[in-house]
């Protein structure tokens, strides 16, 4: 049956491919959710040969959205890494992981690099993985990475639709991989950033620390939201004009 009968359906997962939008829906299913898939003409025509290109939709039924959000988030924070998704003939999703690192990548790569990777540079991961995953694929380290991603960063990408499985983590985890542009988004990384990450294009764009702002807990979480803004709308037409 085609989602289009069923006009109570809301978005509530944005794959980058159909094989990645098919793991989701059968992963929804196996908790009892029924999903399907809206997907647009590159995740047709893409999806299942260059690895996640194209975005597809997954729905559910709108009752189903806090349960689906809610599952969707636990399976973000890896309580269900190692569950096997419908039955013995669908592979787990380490499988399906190593199945996306045999198909050969077409896509540019960029490496957003900032002190922590606890914020600025998760939101600009997530941010272009979401919305340009057909040209480019994003990843993010720190100088000095934090124990853990902030919970008002995770937040400020959630409440944009984006499901992000980031951690923080350390630029020597990339070291010998090749990056076509590295985008420093604060001075100290700028600073620090090792010479072997100088093979590919280097730019800075620096963006203010949240963190370091100074009011309620309202008023903080206003200021990620306001520096998620602001990485989307710097990053995004920049990527997009190289």
């Known amino acids: 049956m085609s989602p289009t009968d069923y006009p109570k359906l809301v978005k509530v997962y944005k794959a980058h491919g159909k094989l990645d939008a098919e793991i989701i829906k059968a992963f929804l299913e196996a908790q009892g ?67 996306f690192q045999e198909v050969p990548e077409t896509r540019k790569r960029v490496l957003f690099l900032c002190t922590g990777n606890s914020c600025r540079s998760q939101m600009a991961e997530a941010i272009v993985n979401s919305e340009l995953g057909d040209e480019w694929i ?5 100088t000095e990475p934090a124990k853990s991603v902030h919970p008002m960063a995770k937040e400020a990408i959630r409440e944009a639709g984006i499901i992000h499985n980031g951690y923080a983590k350390s630029l020597e985890v990339f070291k010998g991989q090749d990056f076509d542009l590295v985008i420093t988004l604060c001075d100290h990384a700028r600073q620090s950033c090792p010479l072997w990450l100088s093979k590919g294009h280097a730019v800075h764009i620096g963006f203010e620390d949240p963190v370091q702002f100074q009011g309620s807990e309202e008023e903080k979480y206003l200021e990620f939201l306001k520096t998620f803004d602001n990485i989307h709308d710097t990053i995004l037409p920049y990527l997009r004009n190289l």
């Open 138 to 142: 994003a990843f993010s380290a720190g």
């Open 33 to 99: 959710i029924e999903a399907y898939l809206d997907q647009n003409a590159l995740g047709q025509i893409y999806g299942l040969t260059v690895g996640d290109l194209g975005e597809v939709g997954v729905l559910v039924d709108q009752q189903d959205e806090s349960k689906a959000l809610l599952i969707l988030r636990a399976m973000e924070e890896g309580e269900f890494a190692n569950e096997i998704l419908v039955d013995e003939n669908l592979a787990t999703i380490e499988q399906i992981d190593q199945t």
